[in-house]
């Protein structure tokens, strides 16, 4: 059983670059024999894991991390490699200016670097033909009283707002994802912390504004599946950040964590339309490969999102909608279930074959000598990381 239904032929998934840098936490990044010593290799190290896996086309920037002189050279040097130049991600976390907020800054100044910020993403974005803007705002406060949460609400809003007007001046097919977490650096309030301020935000703005959702940033035991219906449903789910947690956001291989809320959360993008043919969803990862090799941590995570989606594909939704009609609980739930235990792995690598790809990814990557050959040449130099 090759034959998974079409959808599984439209998957994409999107790689961050900082996923091929030297990552850690806040007591130590570790440092990695062959880690990338400009966007360029990056880029390379990108290139492997689409060619071996065919699921992962597009590379995801981050600006300053990803900073070079020439973005069409950069974009030429991805092509070349079998690659596109994916979504900019702005970065206002890592700047002093920004210590007690960067939209939402009281200081109408900061508020406009961070804006100029944006606006260069959005030059960017012209010169790599991206068409996403991914926003995630480290902002927040520490302690209750600190801060005017009303008005920062409304400095936000005034602050996204001439941003979008800019991204929708320059083109027809950009877009602005605004992603949300509930904490982390702020740990008393975080100015986007949920979908809902997130979504309220973006319907705001205007119909080329969307939702990003990463699984890492709810609260543990949040339904995420539900958020992703609703979006849907909302016509706002705009992309995914995938990874997984254990605890907060631990920035894991997606699906090493709860293979099962993986498949729940495909099971929905796909009842909802975000596979169909005209589906705009953009799945990437976000994720940090902190002491595993960096590439085979990535070709791992595609093919576990592929696994999932493969088996949420299984689901007889026939029988499923006929169980829950009739009420039939156990019943209904054990459709379901069905699906998600079905092994798919055997006719996923056939289906690979059948494109012309290693059956297995991992093995082949592993043959491939590539790891070996980044690890003698890349030497000298500064490694890259966050
Ligand atoms: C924030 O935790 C986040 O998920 C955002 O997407 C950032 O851009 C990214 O991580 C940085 O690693
Ligand atoms: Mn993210």
Redesign the pocket.
Known sequence: MSHFPSPLDRLAIEV?S?AYGN?GTRFKVFGSAGTPRSVEEKIADAAVVHRLTGLAPSVAL?IPWDLVDDFGALRTHAEEQGVRLGTI???T?QDDDYKLGALTHTDAKVRQKAIDHHFECIDVMLATGSRDL?I?L?EGSNYPGQADLRGRQDRLAESLATIYERLVSVGEEQRLVL?Y?FF?PAFYHTDVPDWGTSYAQVVALGERAHV?L?T??HAPGTNIEFIVMQLLRLGRLGSF?F?SRFYA?D?LIVGAADPFQLFRIMAEVIRGGGLDEDSEVAFML?Q?HNIEDKVPGQIRSVLNVQEMTARALLIDRDALTAAQEAGDVLGAHEVYMDAFSTDVRPALAAWREERGLPGSPMRAYAESGYQREIEESRVGGTQLS?
Do not use: L, Y
């Open positions: 961050p900082w990552s981050h991600n702005s970065n976390f991914k995630w480290a992603e977490k982390e990003c990463d890492g940033h950040d990874n956001d920035d976000d940090c966050w």
